[in-house]
């Protein structure tokens, strides 16, 4: 299984990609940061990170997609871009057909660490280790982009038949989404 892990943020937007299954060598693929200015106009930053996963996306072709569970902080405009660029790596994956899985930090940590609680640098260790990795993923970002990954694959993706039930929801939505774009742009309506 091939899973693009993001851990959403509106500066700095980790994406990792691993290949694997449960019990299985886990194989990197990509990891990088999609970076925007903070002193950008703020939708011009979302689609800064629009277009750099959806470039990913089209390049890597991932079967899945994990994303970090946005949770409410003290700072509640941290927690609003959080959730923004969350929900862009959500609708660009909804777009292909692609699963979505929401998994939280301590399930991440875990999966890797065997820790819920353990600190960006022993789930960065972790990360290294399990994909061989000469250097560390830097930055954090990029480590826990690839730890999200990592944790689907070894929780196997969605379960069984509703794994193929949520597809089939899911690859309906994008074809009418599709055809609605392919209307408006030819001037046409949908049915």
């Known amino acids: 299984m091939r899973v693009m892990g993001v851990d959403p943020g509106l500066t700095r937007c980790g994406v990792g990609v691993v290949e694997g299954a449960p019990g299985r060598r886990l194989r990197l693929l990509h990891v ?10 703020h939708a011009l930053r979302l689609l800064g990170i629009e277009r750099g996963i959806e470039a990913l996306m089209d390049e890597l072709d991932p ?31 909804a777009r292909r057909g692609l699963p979505v899985a929401l998994h939280t930090p301590s ?35 990029a480590a826990d982009a690839l730890a999200l990954a990592i944790c689907h694959v070894w929780r196997g993706g969605a379960p069984g038949h509703r794994a193929h039930a949520f597809r089939s929801r899911i690859e309906e939505a994008a074809r009418a989404e599709r055809e609605r774009l392919a209307a408006r742009r030819t001037g046409g309506a949908v049915q």
């Open 107 to 141: 399930e991440a940590k875990a999966a890797v660490t065997g820790n819920g609680r353990a600190d960006k640098a022993q789930v960065t260790k972790m990360v290294t280790r399990l994909l061989e990795l000469e250097e560390a993923p830097k930055p954090a970002d």
């Open 32 to 41: 990088s940061v999609v970076r925007t200015a903070a002193d950008e106009d």
């Open 63 to 93: 079967e899945a997609v994990a994303v970090e569970r946005v949770f409410s902080q003290h700072n509640v405009r941290t927690v609003m871009g959080t959730a923004q660029a969350a929900g862009i790596a959500m609708l660009a994956a």
